[in-house]
């Protein structure tokens, strides 16, 4: 049974503000207990999941932990959908954030799991700047893909009308949170739209760039954060 135990507040007076910021204080040290003994537990995604949801932390308090504990996740995966090109898809050194928690099944029975450790949207991300040393930016690529897809599923569709802004968006955010002389990958797939179109939505300019897949129609670009970028 799902008990939603902040539901009975109406039959109680609302607690003080200290009384509320302390108990969430306890339940972030608890959260972070039960990670360390049983990182794979769902109370360790559902319960900042759903303090983040009804507005009792910001997304950035699931962070908080790390940073306390001197910035020991280098990496931010803006939008780590099911993790699908990590080697280790639990690698300790990374942050996991993307704009859906969901669960859906795919055509052949498997199971996709997109289980960011942040729901959080790329274009306002609540991550101080200068903070990670490595950004991942591999966005939704598809202009279009049916409902029902998997496509759709596992990768993300743009908007038709705000797609631009959107990534430019996404763009500056990864280098406001980039640590000076940090590195941004950034992965883009040109089955719909060209990459000439979508490097001019950042100023800066890449360091590597190597076309790879079919049709060499992937592209991996590396940025370094830096005064020199044009
Ligand atoms: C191309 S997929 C990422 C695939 C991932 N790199 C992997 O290895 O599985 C793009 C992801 O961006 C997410 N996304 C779309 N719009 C977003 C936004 N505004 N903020 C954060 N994530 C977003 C989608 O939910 C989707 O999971």
Redesign the pocket.
């Known amino acids: 049974m799902d008990i939603d135990l902040f539901e009975t507040s109406y039959l109680h007076p609302a607690p003080a503000a200290d009384a509320l910021e302390n108990l969430s204080m306890q339940i972030r040290r608890l959260v972070r207990a039960l990670k360390k003994a049983s990182p794979d537990h769902e109370l360790v995604r559902s319960v900042p999941e759903y303090m983040s949801r009804r507005g009792y932390w910001q997304a950035s308090d699931c962070l908080r932990g790390n940073n306390e504990r001197g910035n020991d996740r280098p990496i931010l995966?803006?939008?780590?959908?099911?993790?699908?090109?990590?080697f280790n898809k639990s690698d300790p050194r990374g942050v996991f954030?993307?704009?859906?928690s969901e669960t859906h099944e795919l055509c052949d029975g498997r199971a996709l799991h997109?289980r960011p450790d942040v729901v959080?949207?790329?274009?306002r991300m609540p991550f101080v700047n200068n903070q990670f040393p490595v950004v991942v930016f591999?966005?939704?690529?598809l202009a279009r893909a049916g409902e029902k897809s998997w496509m759709r599923k596992?990768?993300?569709v743009l908007d038709k009308n705000t797609w631009r802004d959107?990534i430019r968006a996404g763009f500056s955010e990864a280098f406001r949170v980039l640590r000076p002389h940090g590195v941004l990958i950034f992965?883009w797939n040109e089955t719909h739209i060209p990459i000439g179109q979508i490097l001019p939505l950042t100023d800066h300019h890449p360091v590597i760039w190597q076309r790879t897949g079919k049709g060499d129609r992937t592209h991996w670009v590396v940025f370094v954060k830096g005064e020199h970028h044009v």
């Open positions: 995966d803006m939008c780590c959908g099911s993790r699908m090109f990590w954030s993307d704009i859906r997109i959080a949207d790329f274009r591999d966005p939704p690529h596992k990768y993300g959107d992965k």
